[in-house]
């Protein structure tokens, strides 16, 4: 991939991700660079795991790639979209419509049942409410929790909670969806299984990529880029017309069985749509990200189709040091229509937020 022009594939689609060169350096005293030089290509159709040692830059990497941090230098595309180019407003509908989040914690909203729950991810797609619930329940069916439908999180098991929140982050049809140690807060066994839903997932058609610290997980996995010290270390890309790399002691057959590059159609078989839940009803300071585009004090990303209140636990959004990335916890609702609601307006100061309820459970 080069700096200049984006790759593009067969169908003459651009990929689905496109990061060259970016860095990200936090400011204080000393300046602390996160990310040092990361390049990397996700196309339309692949399952990538990014993984890591703690501190190794993931969750940094996820904010960058998934909007909500800007980059210090380099270049971000989504979906062919320089992001750079984009003000605020239009990164959180950039966001809204492209990125699917699914998060360790699940941020369900507690009071609402399982459909709605995933309906909510439509709420700024423009699609009237009986529209909503019925693709709700088609991405529920693909989850495997038809028979869920009408349960509220509280009645669920963990696995049935996080089946849940894939269902809400696939409603919309995103280009790509980010997961932060999806299985983080499951059981070995559990864990194993929602592995196994994101590769059927990814199998129909969607374009996942999945942050974990897991190695045996990330090993399951076709692609696997190695992070250390902000540095891609390794990326076993074997897709790439260039293939630059040999699948590196990973077993291929546990691949995606969708091949890298195939141009599957992303998120096809999802029902169409996009996005943000307003948000609102979370409390100021919760860590979003300045320049994020989401209402500060909504602590979730705008376009994370995460209900704003979601049964996040007042006060902080999010717990420090959680595992959530900040500005998680509940979903702002910037960047659709009236979507700014989340109350708070300033708790968010720049470069204080995003990384202030970061650190997942490792
Ligand atoms: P990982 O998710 O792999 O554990 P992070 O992206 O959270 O890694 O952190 C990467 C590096 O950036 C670490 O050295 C961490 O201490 C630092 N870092 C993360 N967030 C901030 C911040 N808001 N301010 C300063 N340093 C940060
Ligand atoms: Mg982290």
């Known amino acids: 991939m080069s700096l200049m022009g984006t790759t593009r594939d067969q169908d003459g689609r651009a990929p689905a991700l496109e990061l060259a060169g970016v860095t990200k350096i936090y400011g204080g005293q000393p300046p602390v660079p996160a990310l040092r030089g990361v390049s990397f290509t996700v196309r339309h159709g692949e399952l990538v795991a990014i993984v890591g040692p703690s501190g190794s830059g993931k969750t940094t990497l996820l904010h960058v790639m998934g909007t909500l941090e800007r ?9 062919g979209v320089d992001a750079a180019g ?28 399982a459909v709605e729950n995933v309906a909510n991810g439509l709420l700024y797609a423009g699609v009237e409410v009986g529209e909503r619930r019925r ?3 088609d991405a529920l069916d693909r989850v495997g929790l038809a028979h ?16 849940v929140a894939i269902a809400r982050a696939l409603v919309g049809r995103p280009a790509i969806v980010l997961a932060d140690e999806p299985t983080g807060n499951l059981d070995s066994a559990t864990g194993a299984s929602i592995l196994d839903l994101l590769r059927e997932l990814n199998a129909e058609g969607a374009t996942i990529i999945m942050i974990t610290h897991d190695g045996d997980l990330a090993a399951r996995l076709l692609r ?25 002691g990973s077993d291929a057959s546990g691949g995606s069985g969708v091949p890298a590059g195939s141009g599957a159609p992303a998120g096809s078989g999802v029902p169409a749509g996009s996005g943000v839940p307003a948000g609102s009803g979370v409390p100021a300071g919760s860590g ?14 705008a376009g994370s189709g995460v209900p704003a ?16 990335p900040g500005g998680s916890g509940a979903p702002g609702g910037s960047g659709a229509p009236g979507g700014s609601g989340a109350p708070g307006g ?17």
């Open 148 to 163: 869920r439908r009408d349960f509220r999180p509280t009645k669920m098991s963990g696995g049935e909670r996080q089946r």
């Open 346 to 362: 300033s708790g968010a100061p720049r470069g204080s937020g995003a990384l202030g309820g970061l650190g997942e459970v490792e």
């Open 135 to 137: 693709r709700a329940a």
């Open 309 to 324: 209140g979601s049964g996040v636990p007042g006060g902080s959004g999010v717990p420090a040091g959680s595992g959530a």
């Open 224 to 248: 696997q880029l190695h992070v250390l010290d902000g540095r891609i270390i390794s990326d076993t890309d074997s897709g790439s017309p260039a293939d630059s790399g040999a699948p590196a």
């Open 288 to 301: 979003v990200p300045a320049g994020s585009g989401v209402p500060a004090g909504s602590g979730v990303p």
């Open 71 to 79: 980059p210090t230098d380099g270049l971000l595309r989504i979906d």
């Open 86 to 113: 984009l003000d605020d407003r239009q990164l959180a509908a950039l966001r809204a419509r492209s990125i699917g989040f699914v998060f360790q914690q699940f941020f369900l909203a507690e009071h609402s049942t």
